[in-house]
């Protein structure tokens, strides 16, 4: 995997936004953002207050900032994290994120410029019982509650893929507690607040879920919204 992907303008997948604008005059146009490029770019985020869009490289353990402003990226390491596969935004607190690195949510500080960013503190550790599976996408809610799943690691070994988990992070207890099992590649997460369902996919199921959402965020009711043949 040593080809660089370019990570593009996508705000279609900016998922904390509560709607996309597609336009029915004029074809989308797709545009490069400036390097550092990634190995593996994900989860991007728009941070409304910063005007930044914040995204990471999975395979090489790190963070990025593209402020369209200066129409520039920036870029920056997280020492000891094996790997970096979400960034989260925390209120009232711009310089510090949530990220996940390996099967642990990690909180570093970062001033969106230095090169690198520290780690402050392991908030959960998913521990040696689920030390074959990493985090991968996470995405919060409007009131601020984190949902955050697993897939089987790389170089981990296990006879199914389907041994992910969906959890949400219960911000009273500090643990997660388990959504969904039998997760393939948890994957894309977003809303609908009006109707207040909760959307997801797990990368291996080829379909898009949908769920209730009970007062205290757990999801129940699960429904299959969409089929995509194989
Ligand atoms: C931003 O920078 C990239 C690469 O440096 C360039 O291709 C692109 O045209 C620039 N976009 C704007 C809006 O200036
Ligand atoms: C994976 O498991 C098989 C069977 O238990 C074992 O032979 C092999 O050494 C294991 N590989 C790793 C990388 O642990």
């Given at each position: 995997m040593s080809l660089k992907q370019n990570l593009y303008i996508v705000l279609l997948l900016v998922t904390t936004a509560s709607h996309v604008v597609l336009s029915t005059v004029y074809p989308y146009c797709v545009e490069m953002l400036p390097?550092?490029?990634?190995t593996v770019g994900e989860g991007p985020v728009w941070d409304v207050d910063r005007q930044s869009l914040y995204y990471v490289d999975i395979i090489e353990s790190a963070i990025l900032r593209y402020d369209p402003a200066e129409n520039r990226t920036y870029r920056a390491t997280v020492d000891g994290a094996p790997s970096v596969t979400m960034i989260i935004m925390i209120q009232g607190n711009p310089d510090h994120f949530i990220l996940g690195t390996g099967n642990k949510l990690s909180l570093v500080q970062w001033?969106?410029?230095?090169?690198k960013a520290s780690l402050v503190r392991i908030v959960v550790d998913l521990g040696e019982s689920e030390s074959h599976v990493r985090f991968n996408d996470g995405k919060v809610d409007s009131q601020g509650r984190l949902y955050a799943g697993t897939m089987l690691r790389e170089g981990a070994n296990s006879s199914t893929p389907m041994v992910g988990k969906l959890y949400r992070f219960d911000e009273r207890s500090g643990q997660l507690v388990v959504q969904l099992s039998g997760v393939g590649i948890s994957n894309g997460i977003t809303w609908n607040e009006k109707l207040r369902k909760f959307y997801y996919v797990d990368s291996l199921a080829l379909n898009i879920k949908e769920y209730d959402i009970a007062a205290n965020g757990d999801l129940y009711n699960e429904q299959i919204l969409l089929n995509f043949p194989n």
């Open positions: 390097s550092p490029l990634t001033d969106g410029f230095s090169e």
